[in-house]
Structure formats: C-alpha cells, structure tokens
C-alpha cells in the first residue's frame, strides 16, 4: 500500500484541454469568479495556474495585479470644504454625462425609431427640461 502512495502521479497543465482552460478563462473574464473561486469550483490544484491562463488566454490585462490602500488616497486628507467642492464637481460630471447619454438615446429614437425608453420618461425629462430652461 505504501509503494501505491508514493508512487502517485502528480498533475499539470498539460491535463487540462485547452477547451476547458478556456471555459475557465471566460468565466472568470465574465465576472462569474474570480479566479481563486474557479480553482476551488473546477477543482485546479496549482495556485497560480488560473492567473496563467488569463495571462496567455485571456482578452484582459492580467499583468499586473491591483493592490487598492485608503492610506494613499488624497480623500482622506481632504478637508470638509474639499471634500464639498470635489462632491461638487463629480455630481456635474455626472449631470452632464446624463444629459449627454440622454441625447444619444433621443439620436437612436429618432433616427432607428428604437423605442430605448419608456414614454413616461421621456415625459418625465422634457418637463425637467422645461422646468430648468
């Protein structure tokens, strides 16, 4: 019995098909798992073997790793009335890239006759518009 243990045969990539490599990568890329989830679901003993797939196979940057730390980020130095400006700005930011994406929306409405949305908002928006202008 002991002879048959020692003697076991140690797996590696080269058991995988690339089908299945693949079928790993695109669940991972698809945001299914992450890939340490897809090891311990598909079973894939090596650590790093997932992370190697994505690297070769893979349609995204999978080079570097992202390390996020709160100590660097210039928003925990900021001061109540930074903070206000900068909420400020972003929530303009976001107001014109409405409008913008709102008018791409009417483009596509008018041109294909899409219908992308519902009438009560259309409604809804020209009165803000209205209201506003």
């Known amino acids: 019995m002991d002879e048959l ?18 079928q790993v990568v695109a669940a991972v890329e698809k945001g299914d798992m992450t890939y340490k989830q897809a090891q311990k679901i598909y079973g894939i003993q090596g650590r790093s073997t997932v992370l190697t797939w994505l690297r070769k196979h893979g ?18 130095k ?7 400006k900068r909420l400020e700005r972003e929530l303009e930011d976001e107001r014109l890239r409405n409008l913008l994406l709102n008018e791409v929306v009417d483009i596509l409405d008018a041109e294909h006759g899409a219908g992308l949305r ?10 803000f518009k209205n209201r506003k202008g």
């Not at 992202?66 to 660097?72: F, G, Y």
């Not at 900021?78 to 206000?84: F, L």
């Open 5 to 22: 243990e020692g003697k076991r045969k140690r797996r590696s990539q080269r058991d995988y098909t690339m089908g299945f490599k693949l």
């Open 59 to 76: 349609k995204l940057d999978w080079t570097h790793s992202v390390r996020l730390t709160m100590s660097d980020s210039p928003k925990a």
């Open 78 to 84: 900021e001061t109540p009335a930074q903070t206000i």
């Open 118 to 127: 519902k009438k009560y908002l259309a409604k809804e928006r020209d009165a």
